[in-house]
C-alpha cells in the first residue's frame, strides 16, 4: 500500500510526521512539501525523506496512491491541488486537525466553495476535537493517537532543566489571521502586540524576573523591539521559533502565558503554569484547560494561577489497522 502525504503548516505537519514514524514500515510513504516550509524542517529533523511540491498531477500519477493524507492551516494551501485531484480520481484523502479553533476557517470557509476543500475523511487526536469536528459536521472524524504529544511528553520527563524565574510568553499573529479570514487584524478586538503591552502592563502580578517572547514561526521580531523600547525597565528577550527549542523553553520558565496555541496545552501536560489569555469578547477558549486558567482580563489575576493544574494525556484513537481499514472500505 502506498500513502501520499502533503502538508504545510507546523501544527498538522507534527501530527503527520510523528504518524509516520509510528507505521513507517507498514507501507510506502511518499511525502511532498515546500523545501523551506515547517513541514521540510520537520522531516529533515526526523530523518523522513520528501519530494519538493511540483505539478500534483504528475507526482501522484508517478506513485499511484492509495491514501492521501494531508495538513491544514492557515499560512499556505500548497495541499489543495493533491487532494482535489484525489478526490476527482476516487483516492480516499484525510484531513489532519491540530488544535481545536478555526477548523472550517482552513478550508476556507466562509467562502462559498470551501466544501471542496475538506477531506473525506478528518484526523482528530483528542476527545474535545472529535466532539469539535461532529458539531460542525466535518466529513466522517476518525480518532487517531497523538503520537507527537506522547513522544514530546516522554522525552521531555528525561531532561533535566533547572527552571529560572522567567515568564514565556507564547505569541501567535493573531493580526495576520484575523486579516486572512475576517479582513480585520483587530476583528477578535485585540493582536499579540495589544496583549503584551496588557502583559507588560501586569507584568509584576507574574512575580517573575523577565519575561521571554517565543515568537510563532511566522513572525519577526521588528513589531515587539518597537514596544520594548517602552518597557526598558522590564529584563526582556525575543527568541525565533526556528533556533530555541520548546521543550527547554517551557520547562525552564517559572510560568508560561499565551493565547490558545498547543504550546500552553504541553506546558500543562508537563506540569507548568499556565494562562490561556483571549481579551476579546467574541473569541472563544478553546485548549482543554481548567476554565480557572483561562482569562479574559489579566485583573482577575489571582495568586492559585501562579500553580500549575493537574493534566494528562487520554488514552485516544484506533490502531493503524482499522484506520486503513475505514478508509478502503469506505470507497469499496
Not at 493524507?69 to 489543495?80: H, I, M, S, V, Y
Not at 476543500?117 to 476527545?127: C, H, I, Q
Amino acid at each position: 500500500m502506498t500513502i501520499a502525504v502533503v502538508s504545510h503548516d507546523a501544527g498538522s505537519s507534527e501530527l503527520i510526521c510523528a504518524f509516520i514514524r509510528e507505521h513507517e514500515a507498514l507501507v510506502s510513504w511518499h511525502i511532498f512539501a515546500l523545501p523551506e516550509s515547517p513541514m521540510a524542517i520537520i522531516c529533515k529533523r526526523h530523518g523522513l525523506m520528501f519530494s519538493p511540491i511540483n505539478n500534483p498531477s504528475e507526482q501522484l500519477e508517478a506513485i499511484h496512491p492509495d491514501i492521501l493524507l494531508f495538513g491544514t492551516g492557515w499560512q499556505e494551501k500548497c495541499e489543495r491541488p493533491y487532494v482535489h485531484y484525489c478526490k476527482e480520481h476516487g483516492i480516499p484523502t484525510v484531513a489532519f486537525l491540530d488544535h481545536w479553533s478555526n477548523y472550517r476557517e482552513r478550508f476556507d470557509y466562509p467562502d462559498e466553495t470551501w466544501i471542496e476543500n475538506l477531506g473525506d475523511f478528518t484526523a482528530v487526536s483528542d476527545e474535545k476535537a472529535y466532539v469539535l469536528a461532529r458539531s460542525l459536521n466535518l466529513p466522517h472524524p476518525l480518532k487517531l493517537s497523538n503520537y507527537y504529544l506522547k513522544a514530546l511528553i516522554e522525552e521531555a520527563q528525561k531532561r533535566t532543566i533547572v527552571p529560572s524565574n522567567t515568564l514565556l510568553f507564547l505569541s501567535e499573529p493573531t493580526d495576520a489571521v484575523a486579516q486572512q479570514t475576517y479582513g480585520d487584524p483587530l476583528y477578535w478586538g485585540f493582536t499579540q502586540y495589544t496583549a503584551l503591552r496588557d502583559i507588560l502592563d501586569h507584568f509584576g502580578q507574574f512575580k517573575c524576573e523577565n519575561l521571554t517572547i517565543r515568537l510563532h514561526p511566522s513572525e519577526t521580531s521588528s513589531e515587539y523591539s518597537l514596544i520594548l523600547k517602552q518597557y526598558s525597565h522590564i529584563p526582556i528577550q525575543i527568541h525565533s521559533a526556528h533556533t530555541a527549542d520548546l521543550t527547554d523553553e517551557l520547562l525552564s520558565a517559572k510560568m508560561i502565558i499565551g493565547f490558545d496555541t498547543m504550546a500552553l496545552y504541553i506546558a500543562a501536560l508537563l506540569n507548568k503554569p499556565v494562562i490561556s489569555y483571549l481579551p476579546s469578547h467574541n473569541r472563544d477558549f478553546h485548549l482543554p484547560l481548567p476554565q480557572t486558567h483561562q482569562l479574559k482580563n489579566l485583573d482577575d489575576f489571582v495568586p492559585e494561577l501562579l500553580f500549575p493544574s493537574s493534566l494528562s494525556i487520554e488514552k485516544f484513537g484506533m490502531d493503524f489497522a482499522s484506520f486503513i481499514n475505514t478508509l478502503t472500505k469506505a470507497f469499496e
